[in-house]
Nanobody, 120 residues
């Protein structure tokens, strides 16, 4: 059974930093793509950062240059380092991974999320 557990959220002032962690069980983060999403109140969930099984990272335009996704294979954990945080970064942050179940279909796995609040 795949389980993803996020931690590291909290309240931070604008311009501050946080590091989120996502620890997986029943899943090998070194062999699979991993991602971070976020959902702000009243808004749809959006992709923030992605790291492929080969280690290539991609970011949304809104966070590029401020956020860094990485993984520690020994700890089976994925991180999201967030710097120069802005009030608009306030959201619940979710860890995500998936498997392809067909040519065009996939099954997603989600953590329960961790709240990040950035005060102005």
């Amino acid at each position: 059974q795949v389980q993803l557990v996020e931690s590291g959220g909290g309240l931070v002032q604008s311009g501050g930093s946080l590091r989120l962690s996502c620890t997986a069980s029943g899943w090998d983060v070194s062999r699979n793509a991993m991602a971070w999403y976020r959902q702000a109140p009243g808004k749809e969930r959006e992709s923030v950062a992605f790291i492929s099984s080969g280690g290539k990272a991609n970011y949304s335009r809104s966070v590029e240059g401020r956020f860094t996704i990485s993984r520690d294979n020994a700890k089976n954990t994925v991180y999201l380092e967030m710097h120069t945080l802005k009030p608009e970064d306030t959201a619940v942050y979710f860890c995500n991974t998936y498997i392809f179940t067909g040519w065009t279909s996939r099954r997603d796995y989600w953590g329960l999320g961790t709240q990040v609040t950035v005060s102005s």
